[in-house]
T-cell receptor, first 116, second 116 residues
Framework: GAGVSQSPRYKVAKRGQDVALRCDPI?????LFWYQQALGQGPEFLTY????????KSGLPSDRFFAERPEGSVSTLKIQRTQQEDSAVYLC??????????????FGPGTRLTVL | AQKVTQAQTEISVVEKEDVTLDCVYE???????LFWYKQPPSGELVFLIR??????QNEISGRYSWNFQKSTSSFNFTITASQVVDSAVYFC?????????????FGQGTRLTINP
């Protein structure tokens, strides 16, 4: 079946602009995650949804970052007033929650955001 | 706090050589999961393996093998008879379970280059 999809794949924004990044998880996957991957680094957790509930947003770097998943499927990560340090690849992952929590996360191709 | 360390930033070997990628982790949880992901140039993270903290059996899958040792908090990955297609960045990741945590904590990654 289809994997996790993200759009756009590439986004160039001028500093101060707002951006919205979309994630379509694998159908039926309850959990959805957003990660930020700076150049040459490992992905870093931003936020986690179980269905429509945002259960963990401890990784969001500032109040300029906002994520939503209103119907428990598609999710949008919004960054307001973008700064150069926001330039990174934003990865979305989804997983099917199993009893006991032993579940792997399937990742999308990412959105590469460049802030000029 | 959880932490994953991949001390090898870059490794370069000639095709058909064996290569081991090191991973050391830190966690206070008694129940946790360890993962390896591959990130080819396309950028998408590809799941390779998951181990839970109660299963220290080593695993072999084709040319890939994993050595999990709780005594040294290590989860090393070996590729036997490496091939050019193995060239990628490899990430080790940890998921603790305390307080229902779901997020993955990644290491910095090891860039593996297999030369023909």
């Amino acid at each position: 079946g289809a994997g996790v999809s993200q759009s756009p794949r590439y986004k160039v924004a001028k500093r101060g602009q707002d951006v919205a990044l979309r994630c379509d998880p694998i159908s039926g996957h309850v959990s959805l995650f957003w990660y930020q991957q700076a150049l040459g680094q490992g992905p870093e957790f931003l936020t986690y949804f179980q269905n429509e509930a945002q259960l963990d947003k401890s990784g969001l770097p500032s109040d300029r970052f906002f994520a939503e998943r209103p119907e428990g499927s598609v999710s949008t990560l919004k960054i307001q007033r973008t700064q150069q340090e926001d330039s990174a690849v934003y990865l979305c992952a989804s997983s099917f929650v199993l009893a006991g929590g032993n579940n792997e996360q399937f990742f999308g191709p990412g959105t590469r955001l460049t802030v000029l | 706090a959880q932490k994953v360390t991949q001390a090898q930033t870059e490794i370069s070997v000639v095709e058909k050589e064996d290569v081991t990628l090191d991973c050391v982790y830190e966690t206070r949880d008694t129940t946790y999961y360890l993962f390896w992901y591959k990130q080819p140039p396309s950028g998408e993270l590809v799941f390779l393996i998951r181990r839970n903290s109660f299963d220290e059996q080593n695993e072999i899958s084709g040319r890939y093998s994993w050595n999990f040792q709780k005594s040294t908090s290590s989860f090393n990955f070996t590729i036997t008879a490496s091939q050019v297609v193995d060239s990628a960045v490899y990430f080790c990741a940890l998921r603790a379970t305390l307080q229902g945590a779901q997020k993955l904590v990644f290491g910095q990654g090891t860039r593996l280059t297999i030369n023909p």
